[in-house]
């Protein structure tokens, strides 16, 4: 029997997303995503680092993963409401032509567009009416995810990269951890407000308990915020 994953370990894991009928629509492996017409150039094909538990993949495969064993293979199958939840009707809603014309932008059915920083995609243009459809796009589908824990992270620095990395999708090799008798030093290429640096101190703590304390500092600027 492997090693078993528990709450608020740190971990790595690849993982694709499938519709019902088959059809790809996210993944870790850069084979697989260019098998399926989903590579991007930008995109790092990696195993996520997460924390279990915190909700740092998609919540409902979050949910999955304590109990089950490092380097086996699990499929499982989320309905609609654990995956990118049902679809809501008060998220379809008319926007006026109006507003398009502000931005200089001619409606047509299909174009995803931002509203007050918020995505939609025109799914019907009647008169002078756009109906914009607000739901995530694979809301009210029920999924299925292939997924196999790679292994545990255990050195106390490299959670804390994962822990920046993940969250503020900052490049790992742009993070630099120093540790010291229980002392956490951070440099990141970000300044966070005191306030807010606070607070991440507190949750790095919480999850890296190795860590007592912990200093975050803007690599450029060398101003500690903690």
């Known amino acids: 029997m492997g090693e078993i994953v528990y709450h608020h370990d740190f971990i790595e894991i690849d993982y694709t997303g499938k519709l019902l009928d088959g059809m790809v629509f996210d993944t870790t492996d850069e084979s697989i995503a260019k098998k399926n017409n989903l590579h991007s150039e930008k995109a790092v094909y990696t195993p996520s680092a997460i924390c ?4 740092q993949i998609l919540p409902g495969l979050d949910e999955q993963l304590e109990g089950k064993e490092i380097g086996k293979h699990y499929t499982v199958k989320l309905q609609s409401e654990k995956a990118f939840g049902k679809r809501d009707i008060k998220k379809m809603r008319i926007v006026s032509m109006s507003t398009f014309k502000e931005h200089d932008v001619q409606p047509q059915s299909g174009l995803q567009i931002d509203v007050d920083g918020e995505l939609g995609i025109i799914a019907r243009i009647s008169g002078g009416r756009i109906i914009v459809n607000f739901n995530h796009p694979l809301a009210g589908k029920e999924v299925t995810y292939e997924f196999v824990m790679r292994r545990k992270i255990t050195e106390t620095a490299e959670k804390i ?7 503020f999708k900052i490049p790992q090799e742009q ?5 010291k008798e229980g002392q956490a030093a951070v440099k990141i290429p970000v300044a966070f407000p005191h306030e807010i640096a606070e607070a991440i101190g507190k949750k790095v703590t919480e999850l890296v308990t190795e860590v007592k304390s912990i200093e975050i500092k803007a690599a450029k600027e060398e101003k500690t915020s903690s």
């Open 175 to 179: 993070i630099t951890v120093e540790i």
């Open 161 to 167: 990269t994962a822990f920046f990395h993940t969250l």
């Open 52 to 55: 279990v538990g915190e909700k």
